[in-house]
C-alpha cells in the first residue's frame, strides 16, 4: 500500500469512528480539556502558596495535579466512556510540531518534583518553582489550542449529523411519497372492485393515514435539525 493509500484509509477509519461519537462524548471531552487548562493553573498558584508556607498548599496542589494528569491520560489514551485519539487534527495536536503531549507530560513531571522538594523542604525547591512558574503560561496557551480542536471537532460532528439526518429524512419522505402512490392506486382499484375491493380499500385508507403520520414526522425532524 503506497503511503497517500496508507493516510488515506487511516483518515477514512478515524471519520468512521468519529462519526460514532455522541454529542454528550464530545461535550465530556471539551470538559475534560477545559478542566487541564483550569487545574494546572490552580496546581502553580497553590505551589506558590506551599513556598509561602500555607497550611495544605502541597496537599492541594497534588490534588489538582491528580485531576490533571487523569484527565490527559483520558483523553490521549481513552477509557471505557471515551475514544482517546481518534482524528489526525488531535494526533497533530499531542504529537505534531506543537508536541501537546510531550510538554503537559514534562509539566505534570515538573509540578511532581516541585511540590516534593516545597514539602520536604528541599534546597533546590525555589528553582523548581520558579521553573514551574515560566512554564505555566506556555503551557496555558498549548492547552487553549488543543481545546480549541475539541470545539471546533465537535461542531463539525453535530453538522455531519444534521446533515446525515436531513439525508435519512430526505429518503424516508421519498419512500412515503412512494406509498402515497401506492395508496391512490389502490383506492382507484379497490372503488371499481366494488364490494369485492372493501377490505382491500381499509388497508389502502390505513397506508394513506401512515404516509400522513410520517410526513409530519418528517416535518417535525427537519424542524429540528435545521
Do not use: W
Request: charged share 25%; net charge neutral; aromatic share 6%.
Amino acid at each position: 500500500m503506497l503511503a497517500h493509500d496508507a493516510f488515506a484509509h487511516d483518515t477514512d477509519d478515524m471519520l468512521i469512528q468519529a462519526r460514532k461519537l455522541s454529542g454528550e462524548t464530545f461535550s465530556i471531552l471539551i470538559n475534560l480539556s477545559g478542566r487541564r487548562r483550569f487545574t494546572s493553573q490552580r496546581v502553580v498558584l497553590y505551589a506558590v502558596l506551599a513556598s509561602q508556607g500555607h497550611d495544605n498548599a502541597v496537599r492541594t496542589a497534588l490534588d489538582a495535579l491528580a485531576l490533571f494528569r487523569d484527565a490527559h491520560d483520558a483523553l490521549v489514551n481513552g477509557n471505557d466512556e471515551l475514544p482517546g485519539i481518534f482524528c489526525n487534527e488531535l494526533k497533530d495536536a499531542y504529537f505534531g510540531a506543537q508536541q501537546g503531549d510531550v510538554r503537559i507530560r514534562a509539566f505534570i513531571r515538573l509540578a511532581e518534583d516541585t511540590l516534593a522538594a516545597l514539602n520536604t523542604g528541599k534546597r533546590d525547591a525555589p528553582k523548581l518553582l520558579a521553573q514551574l512558574i515560566e512554564c505555566a503560561t506556555p503551557l496555558l496557551n498549548v492547552l487553549n489550542k488543543i481545546t480549541q480542536v475539541y470545539e471546533e471537532l465537535s461542531k463539525r460532528h453535530a453538522s455531519q449529523m444534521k446533515k446525515h439526518l436531513r439525508s435519512v429524512m430526505s429518503d424516508i419522505e421519498s419512500i412515503a411519497k412512494q406509498a402515497r402512490m401506492v395508496s391512490f392506486n389502490a383506492q382507484i382499484v379497490a372503488a371499481r372492485a366494488g364490494q369485492a375491493g372493501r377490505e382491500f380499500a381499509v388497508v389502502a385508507g390505513v397506508l394513506s393515514t401512515i404516509t400522513a403520520e410520517i410526513d409530519e414526522l418528517v416535518r417535525e425532524a427537519m424542524g429540528t435539525s435545521g
